[in-house]
């Protein structure tokens, strides 16, 4: 399985960037967004269910970034909004190709991950 994600790049504090994942044609129970900023640990930004009907956030974007998923297209999305400069980092996409009840914010129970994009909040 590979994971591509892809809208990273430039953007003013307030600005607003919308991150994609494809992950071709594959089962999956959850996917999720992760980020690492310079010099910092990998943390959990968001993840969802299978079906999109359930949504998970980090206290720190939460209210300003959303989380969906079109499994017609097989694509994850973030849609960030009100960016600020601490929102800088790579970010990256992972799946879950099964099992529910498990820690989501917790990095090692996802099996599969994308590239990583790189998103630049600055004036």
């Known amino acids: 399985v590979q994971l591509q994600a892809s809208g990273g790049g430039l953007v003013q504090p307030g600005g607003s960037l919308r991150l994609s994942c494809a992950a071709g044609r594959t089962n999956s129970t959850y996917m999720a967004w992760f980020r690492r900023a310079p010099g910092k640990d990998r943390e959990f930004v968001a993840a969802v269910s299978r079906h999109g009907d359930n949504t998970y956030y980090a206290d720190s974007v939460k209210d300003r970034f959303t989380i969906s998923r079109d499994n017609a297209k097989n694509t994850m999305n973030l849609q960030m909004n009100s960016l600020k400069p601490e929102d800088t980092a790579v970010y990256y996409c992972?799946?879950?190709?099964?099992?529910?009840?498990?820690?989501?914010?917790?990095?090692?129970?996802?099996?599969?991950w994308g590239q990583g994009t790189l998103v630049t909040v600055s004036s």
């Open positions: 992972a799946l879950r190709r099964s099992g529910y009840g498990i820690p989501l914010r917790d990095s090692s129970v996802y099996d599969y």
